[in-house]
């Protein structure tokens, strides 16, 4: 539960700190630019929201590892739904008002899984998990989108070290195989979830792991 905190205020923090010209410049999610993915934020806090009041008395369904649908082809952008967050995102005209918008429904997501029972049911995409597994999912969505919003803003603070960690630890049980000690937490998260390519080096350090990768979480 604290992870999932410190890693949501730090990537609200790092939006906040935006300047009104980085939210025109290119993400990491490919064909959307850095306001998209502000406005899919936006959209995830309310997911949260959501969840957590849509209890369930059922036995969980999934686990924070298992609540993922994994494929090996990377998003291009032209999913129905990733093309309606780009109409959504440009239709805040003022900057501020996405940050505003993206500060008032986030802070009140991170306040509602403060006040969240861990060991409590929720449902969320015709599944059943506890909320810390649900929240648990959200340090690994909210670290690969912190790594998207500073992919072309390099004087923006990344996302915290314990954040970075945990996810590439899921990530890696995930995959079923750990990725070299050679890679950085944030490498292993690029290269595992088809954000970048890997380098000849990375490749060949990669082995048998290479097969597997990418592991692209939707």
Same mark, same amino acid.
């Given at each position: ?53 849509? &209890? ?157 990768? &990418?592991?692209?979480?939707?």
């Amino acid at each position: 539960m604290d992870l999932f905190s410190r890693s949501w205020a730090a990537l609200r923090a790092a939006v906040a700190g935006l300047a009104d010209d980085d939210l025109a410049r290119p993400s990491g999610c490919a064909g959307w630019l850095v306001r998209d993915l502000v406005c899919h934020l936006i959209i995830d806090a309310q997911d949260v929201l959501i969840t957590l009041v849509t &209890p369930a008395a059922e036995e969980p369904t999934r686990d924070a590892l298992t609540y993922w649908e994994v494929s090996g082809t990377p998003p291009t952008g032209e999913d129905p739904l990733d093309a309606l967050t780009v109409r959504l995102a440009a239709a805040y005209q003022e900057p501020w008002l996405l940050k505003f918008h993206l500060d008032d429904v986030g802070s009140a997501a991170g306040r509602a899984a403060e006040l969240a029972d861990p060991a409590a049911r929720v449902r969320t995409r015709e599944q059943v998990l506890t909320v810390a597994d649900y929240l648990s999912t959200y340090v690994m969505e909210w670290t690969l989108h912190h790594l998207d919003l500073v992919a072309h803003l390099p004087s923006v603070p990344g996302p915290p070290a314990d954040g970075l960690a945990a996810s590439r630890a899921m990530l890696e049980k995930i995959a079923g195989a750990a990725f070299p000690a050679s890679f950085s937490d944030a490498d292993a998260l690029l290269v595992g979830t088809g954000r970048r390519a890997p380098t000849e080096a990375e490749q060949a350090a990669l082995g048998e792991l290479a097969g597997r990768v &990418p592991l692209v979480l939707g």
